[in-house]
């Protein structure tokens, strides 16, 4: 593939997905939403995603109600997707997660204790960090977990450290109900990943796309792929809608990671060039593409301003 701006491709690239809140026996939240059909939905999209991801990481409340068949599910429909991707799989616990039941589920496992895994991709570290409290939706972190994840980062990672939980690290101030289920002592965790070799920290939890910075690092909030948190609503405290649900691209430079929101649904095109220009444009030297891309009088800019017109 031919570089046509300044920046080699990406080292990495990781999808960053989060409450897909499944249900078993095909039973709709809230009486509306298909939690199935939208994590369908998900994977067809990240199907024609290129290049493709490397990881997909789900960033917490996998199952709505933490049901031995909802994770059944969830593996029969992720883990053969993922694979066709040649990606690997990132598992994260969420509120509404059931450690034994999760445990089992997905890894086979009897340890009902903090779920907490390192996965090491192609040189990139990521670390699932368990915020869950048993019986509880808000989250936290025991002095046991901060010390193995301090034992962790003591080592470098070839590339560095993704951190992903599900309870976000950062204020709330367009969901404010959210502040009675946040994750509690957040400068504990702050000591433990100021000064390591932690990248980015990805969440969930919220239902809605938003980023901060914690401890130095970028935070990022996927969106989640069942309901959505209307950031703005209208006399109410909290308002959950079917709408705006999304995915985000996370792309990993040397230096910087960038962030890419990807609707569930698709827009009615409105405007677009297919892909049979790309092999006409790489024929051409980067100094000529760029006349034909950028310039306004250019026989391809021309066209599309008369067809605008």
Not at 109 to 114: A, E, L, N, Q, R
Not at 181 to 205: F, K, M, N, T, Y
Not at 268 to 281: H, K, M, N, T
Request: charged share 25%.
């Amino acid at each position: 593939m031919k570089q046509l701006g300044q920046y080699a491709p990406p080292r990495h690239v990781v999808a960053h997905l989060s409450d897909p809140h499944l249900l078993a026996h095909g039973i709709k939240q809230y009486g509306a939403i298909d939690t199935e059909q939208r994590l369908r939905l998900v994977l067809d999209r990240l199907a024609a995603v290129d290049p493709p991801p490397q990881a997909l990481v789900f960033t917490g409340d996998l199952a709505d109600k933490g049901e031995p068949d909802a994770y059944a599910r969830l593996r029969e429909i992720v883990e053969p997707a993922a694979e066709a991707m040649g990606a690997e799989v990132v598992w994260v616990m969420g509120n509404h997660d059931e450690r034994a039941d999760y445990a089992r589920g997905l890894f086979d496992s009897d340890d009902d204790g903090p779920q907490d895994r390192v996965h090491v991709v192609d040189g990139l570290r990521i670390i699932s960090l368990d915020t869950s409290v048993p019986g509880y939706h808000h989250g936290d972190l025991t002095d046991e977990q901060l010390a193995w994840l301090a034992d962790e980062l003591a080592t470098p990672a070839e590339h560095g450290t993704l951190l992903a939980m599900h309870h976000p690290p950062l204020p709330l101030p367009m969901l404010r109900a959210a502040e009675l289920i946040e994750l509690l002592e957040q400068p504990r965790l702050a000591a433990v990943v100021e000064g390591s070799d932690v990248r980015g920290i990805l969440a969930g939890h919220l239902h809605f796309s938003t980023y901060s910075m914690f401890a130095g690092v970028p935070v990022s909030v996927a969106s989640a792929s069942c309901y959505t948190s209307d950031p703005a609503p209208v006399d109410r405290f909290v308002s959950g809608v079917d709408g705006g649900q999304a995915f985000t691209m996370v792309h990993a430079y040397g230096d910087r990671l960038v962030h890419t929101i990807v609707p569930l649904e698709r827009g009615p095109e409105v405007s677009g060039v297919g892909l049979d220009i790309l092999a006409a444009v790489e024929e051409l030297s980067l100094e000529d593409a760029r006349e034909l891309a950028s310039s306004k009088t250019s026989a391809f800019n021309a066209t599309h301003e008369d067809h605008d017109r």
